[in-house]
């Protein structure tokens, strides 16, 4: 008997629509990855299943986890990027709706960053016989200790349960502290790794390289507070902690070497923090020759050392997505990303590439304090800057988040309030997206500058140009046909009277 089932639900086509059948990247689990090889460790038998990868419905999902009938199923909630757990919520509640018509008995727990910011409500509105508050690990483990008679449940950390009519939460369990010797690497073995896909621009220059991907994660968390963000919410407070570079590059070895692997995101919220770090690691991936293709995330104020960006280059760092978020030093000093405010944005981006590095930079519509002029303004400074790649979204308050909090007080509609579409509101390219408004712009103005700032970016000749340029008519013809396929919105509909 499987002891642990971790299941990915499939929620791609529901949070991504057309975008998600050949556009939208499929990425390893790499929360079940990490918690699969925890548990093994511990001798216990676990199986992963990801629906995502596999293209199953919800009810072939759940047909599936019967056919397992493992002691305890895991629904592990998270996205591509931090704050995508929300919008995955549906497809997860789907899966579990339709595992309880086939009469499945088993015991159920979710986590993610949304069980973790909403536990209580989560377990009182969701179909889950548990909910985990926390990064997880220790919480699945304890928890199955209790199912297999050892301990009460009271004492499973982590952990929200019902007792009678009662709901009861027994504290979030202690961070993992040694990323290295509990956390070393994940349980790739237990996928089939030809199933995922690299984002279209990370493959620019091969796009026929896609299928070779995998997501690496080498530290956790975030030292900041930006109010948009929900990332420490499985973590508990803002912190950053890191894997070694000897076991970074174990796991990179055996992701060439294994599997073939030649595409890696690194998904860190901020893995340039530490130059000396990032050169260390850099230096021994360059040793290697492997020819790797990275991307990673850093923040615009950690990109000033020189010897640095040189290194990242040398090692594969191709790409790397940058939050500058509005042009409006205004509106980023309310989301608290004023502490690069007097930071030549575009001087630095002008830096990175000039190290033969491409950048995605990353803008977000509708931020508190966000007006219809400031938004022009950020869409100009993209348009000027035409970097390699451009990520528009709406601003969302998602439940973790400061801004979450805000919206409350100030009375802001949000996805979840009664009447609107739920959970999969707060997905940014979903038929149902409705964003956060402002006090001078709604939800849907917000929503459909947004919309109309994707197409003038990725239509612009000057854009296709630059394409073409870097990485051939291939790519610029892949850029022109994602432009063509129009995202179907409820909400615009809906005011434009359709």
Same mark, same amino acid.
């Given at each position: 008997?499987?002891?642990?089932?971790?299941?990915?639900?499939?929620?791609?086509?529901?949070?991504?629509?057309?975008?998600?059948?050949?556009?939208?990247?499929?990425?390893?689990?790499?929360?079940?990855?990490?918690? *699969?090889?925890?548990?093994?460790?511990?001798?216990?038998?676990? =199986?992963? $299943? #990801?629906? !995502?990868?596999? /293209?199953?419905?919800? %009810?072939?999902?759940?047909?599936?986890?019967?056919?397992?009938?493992?002691?305890?199923?895991?629904?592990?909630?998270?996205?591509?990027?931090?704050?995508?757990?929300?919008?995955?919520?549906?497809?997860?509640?789907?899966?579990?709706?339709?595992?309880?018509?086939?009469?499945?008995?088993?015991?159920?727990?979710?986590?993610?960053?949304?069980?973790?910011?909403?536990?209580?409500?989560?377990?009182?509105?969701?179909?889950?016989?548990?909910?985990?508050?926390?990064?997880?690990?220790?919480?699945?483990?304890?928890?199955?200790?209790?199912?297999?008679?050892?301990?009460?449940?009271?004492?499973?950390?982590?952990?929200?349960?019902?007792?009678?009519? *009662?709901?009861?939460?027994?504290?979030?369990?202690?961070?993992? =502290?040694? $990323? #290295?010797? !509990?956390?070393? /690497?994940?349980?790739? %073995?237990?996928?089939?790794?030809?199933?995922?896909?690299?984002?279209?621009?990370?493959?620019?220059?091969?796009?026929?390289?896609?299928?070779?991907?995998?997501?690496?994660?080498?530290?956790?968390?975030?030292?900041?507070?930006?109010?948009?963000?929900?990332?420490?919410?499985?973590?508990?407070?803002?912190?950053?902690?890191?894997?070694?570079?000897?076991?970074?590059?174990?796991?990179?070895?055996?992701?060439?070497?294994?599997?073939?692997?030649?595409?890696?995101?690194?998904?860190?919220?901020?893995?340039?923090?530490?130059?000396?770090?990032?050169?260390?690691?850099?230096?021994?991936?360059?040793?290697?020759?492997?020819?790797?293709?990275?991307? *990673?995330?850093?923040?615009?104020?950690?990109?000033?050392?020189?010897?640095? $960006?040189?290194?990242?280059?040398?090692?594969?760092?191709?790409?790397?997505?940058?939050?500058?978020?509005?042009?409006?030093?205004?509106?980023?000093?309310?989301?608290?990303?004023?502490?690069?405010?007097?930071?030549?944005?575009?001087?630095?981006?002008?830096?990175?590439?000039?190290?033969?590095?491409?950048?995605?930079?990353?803008?977000?519509?509708?931020?508190?304090?966000?007006?219809?002029?400031?938004?022009?303004?950020?869409?100009?400074?993209?348009?000027?800057?035409?970097?390699?790649?451009?990520?528009?979204?709406?601003?969302?308050?998602?439940?973790?988040?400061?801004?979450?909090?805000?919206?409350?007080?100030?009375?802001?509609?949000?996805?979840?309030?009664?009447?609107?579409?739920?959970?999969?509101?707060?997905?940014?390219?979903?038929?149902?997206?409705?964003?956060?408004?402002?006090?001078?712009?709604?939800?849907?103005?917000?929503?459909?500058?947004?919309?109309?700032?994707?197409?003038?970016?990725?239509?612009?000749?000057?854009?296709?140009?630059?394409?073409?340029?870097?990485?051939?008519?291939?790519?610029?013809?892949?850029?022109?046909?994602?432009?063509?396929?129009?995202?179907?919105?409820?909400?615009?509909?809906?005011?434009?009277?359709?």
């Amino acid at each position: 008997m499987t002891d642990v089932l971790l299941v990915t639900p499939p929620s791609r086509l529901q949070v991504y629509q057309n975008l998600g059948n050949d556009l939208s990247a499929i990425e390893p689990p790499v929360w079940s990855g990490l918690i *699969a090889h925890f548990l093994r460790r511990h001798d216990i038998d676990v =199986a992963m $299943l #990801d629906a !995502e990868a596999l /293209r199953l419905t919800h %009810e072939e999902t759940a047909a599936r986890i019967t056919e397992t009938a493992a002691r305890l199923t895991v629904f592990v909630v998270y996205g591509q990027q931090p704050s995508a757990s929300t919008q995955c919520m549906p497809a997860a509640r789907k899966t579990a709706e339709a595992l309880a018509r086939l009469r499945f008995d088993g015991a159920t727990l979710v986590m993610g960053t949304h069980p973790s910011a909403l536990p209580e409500r989560t377990l009182r509105e969701e179909p889950y016989t548990y909910v985990c508050e926390g990064e997880g690990p220790r919480t699945v483990l304890g928890l199955l200790r209790h199912l297999q008679g050892n301990g009460p449940v009271a004492r499973v950390p982590g952990l929200w349960y019902r007792d009678g009519d *009662a709901i009861r939460g027994t504290g979030r369990a202690d961070p993992i =502290a040694d $990323l #290295d010797s !509990e956390l070393p /690497r994940q349980a790739w %073995e237990l996928l089939d790794m030809s199933l995922y896909r690299a984002h279209n621009w990370h493959c620019f220059h091969d796009l026929d390289s896609r299928s070779s991907y995998a997501s690496l994660q080498t530290s956790l968390g975030c030292p900041f507070h930006c109010s948009f963000c929900c990332i420490n919410t499985p973590f508990g407070t803002p912190s950053l902690r890191v894997w070694s570079t000897e076991s970074v590059i174990a796991q990179i070895d055996t992701l060439v070497k294994e599997y073939g692997i030649r595409n890696i995101k690194v998904p860190d919220e901020l893995f340039v923090l530490n130059p000396r770090r990032v050169k260390e690691l850099c230096d021994r991936i360059i040793e290697r020759g492997y020819g790797l293709n990275f991307w *990673a995330y850093a923040r615009i104020d950690t990109l000033n050392d020189t010897e640095m $960006l040189t290194k990242l280059k040398a090692a594969g760092f191709n790409w790397l997505g940058l939050g500058l978020e509005s042009a409006s030093r205004e509106v980023r000093d309310v989301a608290t990303k004023g502490r690069f405010g007097n930071i030549d944005m575009a001087e630095t981006v002008r830096r990175v590439r000039d190290f033969g590095i491409n950048v995605g930079a990353n803008y977000i519509f509708g931020l508190p304090d966000d007006t219809l002029d400031r938004m022009r303004q950020t869409l100009d400074f993209a348009m000027d800057l035409n970097t390699e790649w451009a990520n528009f979204y709406c601003a969302m308050a998602y439940p973790g988040s400061a801004l979450y909090d805000l919206a409350k007080q100030k009375g802001w509609a949000l996805p979840d309030d009664p009447g609107g579409p739920g959970w999969i509101g707060y997905s940014q390219h979903a038929y149902d997206c409705l964003p956060l408004p402002t006090d001078t712009l709604s939800a849907v103005e917000v929503l459909s500058f947004r919309d109309r700032a994707f197409t003038q970016y990725f239509t612009n000749p000057a854009y296709l140009a630059l394409m073409e340029e870097k990485f051939g008519p291939v790519a610029r013809t892949h850029v022109t046909e994602m432009t063509a396929q129009a995202l179907p919105r409820r909400h615009l509909d809906t005011a434009r009277g359709g």
